[in-house]
């Protein structure tokens, strides 16, 4: 009987997670190693994609992540006072990706993905990092708190500020401050009663989203100096900056007590890798191509990053060929997108606000186009996509797909 292989993952966050249940369904011995004391995230929610949906349908877990969270599209973008500047619909969005755009809170993805791996496959409060990254004679070293592991494969999941990626490319500059700052807040608001919206005003941003369990996930950015942070605190600096915003943003603000808001500076990777891997380890998600949240790309390329590695598992120059122009791309389209809803110039906003309202009027197909290209991406592996239309009523048209397998 052949021995399996093993695959060390560092980092516990929904990348490494990922990239571990698939390897497991593809007959890898996984261990996940997770600095933090637990897997529990940073209580924020995700929005999940048709292109990361379909990734997840290859682990099965694509229709319990569908019915584990709330559908979006039903709302829009607004200016600051209320006015509406595009409408959207969750079917028609459904029907124009191929399925549709949801939200849930991190914790609950986490759990999914978790509950995939065998008992004892991941390892919290270990600290580990690459000490050698292999080669086609040898396995990877990964050096830990707890000792050292050879690895077949190395995962390298360990966020934006990526030590592995420090190890494998020394010369490569890192990440750059995006030029904004981000708040999050998860909470309950009684008799609060919205459509999702996404406002945009001089050099900021808010969002309000109902999550499936009756809270609301909020978030807002900002231009600012890198480091700022409020004299008193974030919920204060809220107040000042969207205190006077339109409904229901001032009734967000007044449930949300100063502990229940994160703030974090945005960094991204400016200069692209040259590759995502050397040796036998894998960069996936924030550690290969950290990108501003303007486009909510972020967790959806490192699912998507995870399914394609464990299809490439034997050959890592292939899994770099088939995701380095990706995640290129959308990262690049992302700092575009912030730079157009960060805007400060109020002439340039004025014409933004008008031509926006316009395609959203005349031809709102034309609104929708520019995320096609990340929408519409398929895995290489098959089974994929539930086929959920706006036909289904928002209903699941087929079972529960089957587990990971090569297309032959």
């Known amino acids: 009987m052949a021995q399996s292989r093993r695959a060390v993952v ?8 990922t990239a571990a249940a698939a390897l497991h369904q593809s007959g890898w011995d996984v261990t996940v190693l997770e600095r933090a004391p637990s897997l529990e995230p940073v209580g924020a929610a995700i ?22 969270a709330a559908w979006q599209g039903d709302g829009g973008l607004r200016t600051p006072s209320g006015c509406w500047l595009s409408r959207t619909d969750a079917a028609a969005v459904a029907a124009r990706f191929g399925g549709p755009l949801v939200l849930l809170h991190r914790a609950t993805l986490v759990n999914s993905l978790a509950a995939l791996l065998p008992t004892g496959a991941v390892r919290t409060g270990v600290a580990a990092t690459v000490a050698d990254p292999g080669d086609t004679d040898r396995p990877a070293r990964v050096s830990t708190t707890d000792g050292d592991l050879e690895a077949d494969l190395v995962v390298a999941a360990d966020g934006v500020r ?38 945009w005003g001089p050099g900021r941003i808010w969002g309000s989203h109902p999550l499936k369990d009756g809270r609301v996930y909020a978030y807002a950015a900002a231009i600012t100096p890198a480091g700022e942070r409020a004299p008193d605190d974030e919920k204060a600096e809220l107040l000042r900056r969207y205190g006077d915003w339109h409904d229901p943003i001032p009734a967000i603000l007044d449930a949300a007590r ?40 972020g967790g959806n390329q490192a699912i998507e990053d995870a399914v394609v590695l464990a299809h490439h598992s034997d050959d890592l120059a292939a899994y770099t060929a088939a995701r380095l122009p990706r995640t290129v791309a959308v990262a690049r389209q992302a700092v575009k997108v ?45 089974p994929y996509a539930s086929r959920q239309t706006p036909a289904d009523n928002h209903q699941r048209s087929t079972p529960r797909e089957g587990r990971l397998h090569r297309t032959r």
């Open 10 to 17: 560092i980092g516990g966050g929904i990348g490494g997670l």
């Open 47 to 68: 929005s999940l994609a048709p292109n990361s949906l379909r990734a997840l349908d290859v682990i099965g877990l694509g229709d319990e992540i569908r019915d584990l």
């Open 162 to 199: 990526s030590a592995v990626r420090r190890k494998l490319f020394p010369d490569h500059p890192g990440t750059v401050y995006s030029g904004f700052t981000t708040w999050r807040v998860v909470i309950p608001v009684p008799g609060a009663e919205f459509a999702s919206h996404e406002t």
């Open 258 to 297: 100063p502990e229940d808001v994160l703030r974090h500076d945005v960094h991204h990777i400016a200069e692209p890798l040259p590759a995502q891997h050397r040796g036998r380890v894998a960069l996936v998600g924030d550690a290969a191509h950290a990108m501003p949240p303007t486009l909510g790309q």
């Open 338 to 382: 912030a730079r157009l809803n960060l805007m400060t110039n109020r002439a340039g906003i004025a014409v933004r606000n008008t031509t926006l309202a316009a395609l959203s009027k005349v031809a709102p197909a034309l609104f929708l186009r520019g995320f096609e290209d990340i929408a519409d991406w398929r895995p290489p592996q098959r």
